[in-house]
């Protein structure tokens, strides 16, 4: 079954200091792709990162850079000189197909000390 | 421009009464999606509405129910609220073209709280 895990128990991170969360996925379909999202206490859903599974390059949105590891189908979520504000849910996800159902990790709790 | 919008924000039902959540996508986007997120389940996917048409759908039951109007905006009704429906629930937004036309863009959601 096509799954996403996410098994870090809360992360806690220096301020100005780089953390990096973990992912893996399970997919048998070739084409598909990979999202970060941060959640405030507020609830939103942020969009972070995408990663396509045919893009060659890693992708980087700022201070976000995803390491993606094809054959191990991991997509770990580098954050570089992490801020209080940084402090929330992360989740990992990702959909195939055409239509835009995401499925979901159980995401990672990150707390970034002053 | 303009993000997701959910309203309400807040809403506190009884047991056996239905609900309706209203989410009003991006100007443009034409994909609509809802989630429900509780902490014991985490985020599962609802439905998804493209053009009208509900394209896909998660395993929920049939009270769970939707439509999409001619303008992209979404509502989500629930009947015979359980207290485990008790959940936030979150619409998501999508341009489906071009490379980024995947990316879901979130709205606050609704906060449904039964009694």
């Known amino acids: 079954a096509q799954k996403i895990t996410q098994t870090q128990p809360g992360m806690f991170v220096q301020e100005k200091e780089a953390v990096t969360l973990d992912c893996t996925y399970d997919?048998?379909?070739?084409?598909?792709?990979l999202f970060w999202y941060k959640q405030p206490s507020s609830g939103e859903m942020i969009f972070l990162i995408y990663q396509g599974s045919y893009d060659q390059q890693n992708a980087t949105e700022g201070r976000y850079s995803l390491n993606f590891q094809k054959a191990r189908k991991s997509a770990n979520l580098v954050i570089s000189a992490s801020q209080l504000g940084d402090s929330a849910m992360y989740f990992c996800a990702y959909k195939t197909g055409a239509n835009s159902k995401l499925t979901f990790g159980k995401g990672i709790t990150l707390s970034v000390r002053p | 421009k303009a993000g997701v919008t959910q309203t309400p924000r807040y809403l506190i039902k009884t047991r056996g009464q239905q609900v309706t959540l209203s989410c009003s996508p991006i100007?443009?986007?034409?994909?609509v999606s809802w989630y429900q997120q509780t902490p014991g389940q985490g985020l599962q996917f609802l439905f998804e509405y493209f053009s009208e048409t509900q394209r896909n759908k998660g395993n929920f039951p049939g009270r769970f129910s939707g439509r999409q109007f001619s303008n992209s905006r979404s509502e989500m009704n629930v009947s015979t609220l359980e207290l485990g429906d008790s959940a936030l629930y979150l619409c998501?937004?999508?341009?489906?073209?071009?490379?980024?036309?995947?990316?879901?863009?979130f709205g606050q959601g609704t906060r449904l709280t039964v009694v």
């Open positions: 997919t048998s379909d070739p084409s598909y792709g």
């Open positions: 100007s443009g986007h034409r994909s």
């Open positions: 998501a937004s999508s341009l489906l073209t071009g490379r980024r036309g995947y990316e879901a863009f």
